[in-house]
C-alpha cells in the first residue's frame, strides 16, 4: 500500500508539472525545457500511471469487494469507472503533448489547457476518495485477512503437533 501512497504523491506532483506545462506554452512556447517536461509527464501517465491502476484493480479492489459492504462496493464501481474516464482523458491529451515533447508546435493551447483541467481535478477528486475511503478499507480488510490466515496457520501447525504424540 505504501508504494500506491507514493505513486498518488507522484501524480499530484506530475499533474502540477502539467499544469505548469501549459503555462510555459502560453508564454515560451515549445523550447528545450517544455520538451524535456512534456517527455516526462508523458512516460508518467503511460507507464507508471498506468501500471498504478492495474495495481490498484488486482490489488486492492478485489478484497474490498470481497468484503461485501455495499456503500464500498459502490466506491469501488466508481473508481474503476474512472480509470477508465482517466484513460481516456489521457488518450485525448497524450498526442499533443507527444508533439510537445518532439518538439512541435501544433498544439491548441486552449484545447489542451481544458483537457488538462478536466484530467487534474478528476485525478484530484479520485485520489481523494481512495486516500479517505478505499486504502484505509483496503489496509483494515488486508489486515484482517492476514490474521485469519496466521490463525490458520497457528490452527493446523497445533493440530499437527498434536497428532505427532
Request: net charge negative.
Amino acid at each position: 500500500m505504501e508504494a500506491l501512497d507514493r505513486t498518488h504523491h507522484q501524480m499530484l506532483q506530475v499533474l502540477a508539472d502539467l499544469t505548469t506545462l501549459v503555462d510555459h506554452l502560453e508564454s515560451q512556447g515549445v523550447d528545450p525545457a517544455a520538451r524535456t517536461r512534456a517527455q516526462a509527464i508523458c512516460r508518467f501517465f503511460d507507464d507508471t500511471a498506468r501500471q498504478h491502476h492495474a495495481d490498484e484493480e488486482t490489488l486492492v479492489f478485489p478484497a474490498l469487494v470481497r468484503k461485501g459492504d455495499k456503500a464500498l462496493i459502490q466506491h469501488v464501481l466508481r473508481l474503476q469507472q474512472d480509470h477508465g474516464w482517466l484513460e481516456e482523458d489521457w488518450l485525448e491529451l497524450e498526442p499533443q503533448l507527444q508533439a510537445v515533447a518532439q518538439g512541435y508546435s501544433w498544439y491548441e493551447l486552449d484545447g489542451l489547457r481544458a483537457g488538462v483541467g478536466v484530467f487534474a481535478a478528476l485525478y484530484q477528486e479520485h485520489i481523494a476518495l481512495e486516500e479517505s475511503m478505499i486504502y484505509p478499507a483496503a489496509r483494515a480488510q488486508m489486515a484482517a485477512e492476514a490474521v485469519s490466515h496466521d490463525q490458520r496457520v497457528a490452527a493446523a501447525v497445533q493440530g499437527s503437533d498434536g497428532n505427532a504424540a
